[in-house]
């Protein structure tokens, strides 16, 4: 079983920047792809980023989010800047042992909490 912590959302002004952090916990050294996705209230949950030997990300975050990985830690960050009030939603980080990084989650085996992330105008 791998355990999954998000931490580092909040509420910022358009154009500003947070940076989203998920700490794995228990099996976590068999985790290998690691990924961000988003909820906004009363829509389907959307890919946003996700990390293996590659990087893949949304078109609507490219060029603005950044998603990386320290192996010693377990842990993947979601640097994101120039934030725009559609990104608001609940952030949740998701991990699978399984495949290659990937936008479908069906593919992902344990998911976190979320994380609120509010951009205002």
């Known amino acids: 079983q791998v355990q999954l912590v998000e931490s580092g959302g909040g509420l910022v002004q358009a154009g500003g920047s947070l940076r989203l952090s998920c700490a794995a916990s228990g099996r976590a050294f068999s985790v290998y792809v690691m990924g961000w996705f988003r909820q906004a209230p009363g829509k389907e949950r959307d890919f946003v980023a996700a990390i293996s030997q590659r990087t893949v990300y949304a078109d609507f975050v490219k060029g603005r989010f950044t998603i990386s990985r320290d192996g010693a830690k377990n842990t993947v960050y979601l640097q994101m800047n120039n934030l725009k009030p559609e990104d608001t939603a609940v952030y949740y980080c998701?991990?699978?042992?399984?495949?290659?990084?990937?936008?479908?989650?069906?593919?992902?085996?344990?998911w976190g909490q979320g994380s609120q992330v509010t951009v205002s105008s």
């Open positions: 998701a991990a699978t042992n399984r495949g290659v990084a990937t936008s479908s989650a069906g593919n992902y085996d344990y």
